[in-house]
């Protein structure tokens, strides 16, 4: 099929995955959708939950696997919202709809592009295509849960709007729960160990800390305080404060050396909820990203999350459309940046490929 009508049928899947409520874990009706694109186009498919995947027609098991990867669910509409989230419809060259830039565009760019390889004999890798459930909440059947049913992945392209420049690297996340203690009074009565009081130093200590090694890439570590909560009564002096601490880190460290690095320093009780989500990275000599420096397309580190934390191998963050539209009120992409991903993903992998 030509390039132009492949990309037109991708903008009607995504048209179709639009008007279909997929929220993390309730996906099922858009996973038919996605395998409803590959029976049409002859491709055999495998599903597990809602999870999709297909290789390419000459898959060789003594080749190394290229995994292209998007998901299919999406964040619960805001209250901002002016039009009908899952009424998909073009205004000034804007597809409007809910998941339609995060990462619908990116998605079905991947599935288009990957349709258009699948039957390509003679390639350097194999091509394994995941359209992925539960991204958003980072749900245990996500990516991560589907890993081990899939075949060895060498190098990865995860589809997350980039304004189709390439994401050499990736900030991981770590969330802590703190504790600040004290000692529980009346408030009438004097005292020198209130734990509210005791907790003016310890965000002071949040505020100014540095970590040691910055990125070139992603810059140094961020921390930030983002809840607190304390006392039930006016005249109660509570034991505690409760501080939820975020912390995004770079490829300098793993979320482990965050973890020893915090509980060593920080004046106050730490316990992180998980240290899964890794930072992620490829090298910039790496030849897919060589490929994509040649079609004249910048390199730059992400500060946001995605499946590419699920994965061991090097990756590359690129996709159609803006990130910082994602999760927004009314939330859109442009059509020419769904053609224009397509056309790039297709010269990215001919450089890479062949």
């Not at 996973?31 to 995947?53: L, Q, S, T």
């Not at 599935?111 to 539960?134: D, G, P």
Request: charged residues 25%; glycine residues 6%; contains cysteine.
């Amino acid at each position: 099929m030509e390039q132009a009508a492949l990309t037109q049928k991708a903008i009607e899947l995504l048209k179709e995955l639009i008007s279909i409520q997929s929220f993390s874990s309730e996906e099922d009706k858009t996973a038919d959708a996605i395998e409803n694109w590959f029976k049409a186009f002859g491709i055999p498919c495998k599903r597990h939950i809602n999870n999709v995947y297909a290789v390419n027609k000459h898959f060789d098991e003594n080749k190394p696997t290229l995994l292209l990867n998007s998901h299919h669910d999406t964040v619960k509409p805001n209250s901002a919202y002016t039009r009908d989230p899952f009424h998909p419809h073009i205004e000034d060259g804007k597809l409007y709809g809910l998941g339609s830039n995060d990462a619908g565009g990116a998605l079905v760019s991947l599935i288009a592009t990957f349709t258009h390889y699948y039957a390509e004999e003679n390639l350097n890798h194999n091509i394994l295509m995941v359209a992925s459930m539960e991204e958003e909440s980072a749900g245990p059947n996500s990516l991560r849960g589907l890993l081990p049913l899939l075949p060895k992945i060498d190098v990865a392209i995860v589809g997350e709007p980039t304004l189709l420049d390439l994401a050499i690297a990736e900030k991981g996340l770590i969330v802590f729960d703190a504790v600040v203690k004290g000692t529980p009074s009346h408030a009438a009565h004097p005292n020198d160990d209130n734990s509210i009081y005791n907790t003016i130093e310890v965000l002071e200590w949040f505020k100014n800390y540095k970590f040691p090694k910055v990125s070139d890439v992603l810059g140094p570590v961020k921390m930030t305080v983002t809840q607190i909560n304390a006392g039930t009564q006016h005249n109660v002096v509570p034991a505690k404060v409760e501080l939820v601490v975020d912390v995004r880190v770079n490829d300098k460290y793993t979320n482990a050396e965050i973890a020893e690095l915090l509980k060593k320093e920080a004046p106050c009780e730490l316990k992180e909820r998980s240290l899964r989500l890794n930072s992620s990275s490829i090298s910039k000599d790496h030849p897919l990203v060589q490929s994509g420096i040649a079609l004249g397309r910048k390199t730059y580190g992400s500060p946001t999350l995605s499946d590419q934390a699920a994965l061991s191998c090097q990756s590359l963050k690129l996709g159609p459309g803006d990130s910082t539209r994602s999760h927004s009120a009314d939330e859109y992409i442009y059509v020419h940046e769904i053609e224009e991903g397509i056309d790039l993903y297709i010269k990215l992998l001919k450089g890479f490929l062949q």
